[in-house]
Nanobody, 122 residues
Framework: VQLQAFGGGLVQAGGSLRLSCAAS????????LGWFRQAPRKGYEFVAA????????YYADSVKERFTASRDNAKNLMYLQMNSLKPEDTATYYC????????????????WGQGTQVTVSS
């Protein structure tokens, strides 16, 4: 499985961005999809995860009510709609996939994509 995140950019505080993650390869084995981010000089931080069927989602408290994760299994795409962005959301965002169907918020994902940079100016 290969993952590629894209859609990052520079946005002013209060603005919106939509990240996408394209999956290829043995996509049929993908269960949960997740988003993580890494700010400069910080470790990876869980952002959101969505179950295999696109149903239950789980969000970090820091993004709840502002970010929305979704997926289109027919197109092998996952999205992260980010609204009301804050400077502290500045980070490199990564998408990840795991074979199992249990949502986890740690780094126990089997596949990782290259990140896309999101910069929020104040």
């Amino acid at each position: 499985v290969q993952l590629q995140a894209f859609g990052g950019g520079l946005v002013q505080a209060g603005g919106s961005l939509r990240l996408s993650c394209a999956a290829s390869g043995r996509t049929a084995i993908i269960g949960v999809l997740g988003w993580f981010r890494q700010a400069p000089r910080k470790g990876y931080e869980f952002v959101a995860a969505i179950s295999a069927g696109g149903g239950p989602t789980y969000y970090a408290d820091s993004v709840k009510e502002r970010f929305t994760a979704s997926r289109d299994n027919a197109k092998n795409l996952m999205y992260l709609q980010m609204n009301s962005l804050k400077p502290e959301d500045t980070a490199t965002y990564y998408c990840a996939a795991k074979r199992e169907s249990t949502i986890v918020t740690d780094l126990r994902y089997d596949y990782w994509g290259q990140g896309t940079q999101v910069t929020v100016s104040s």
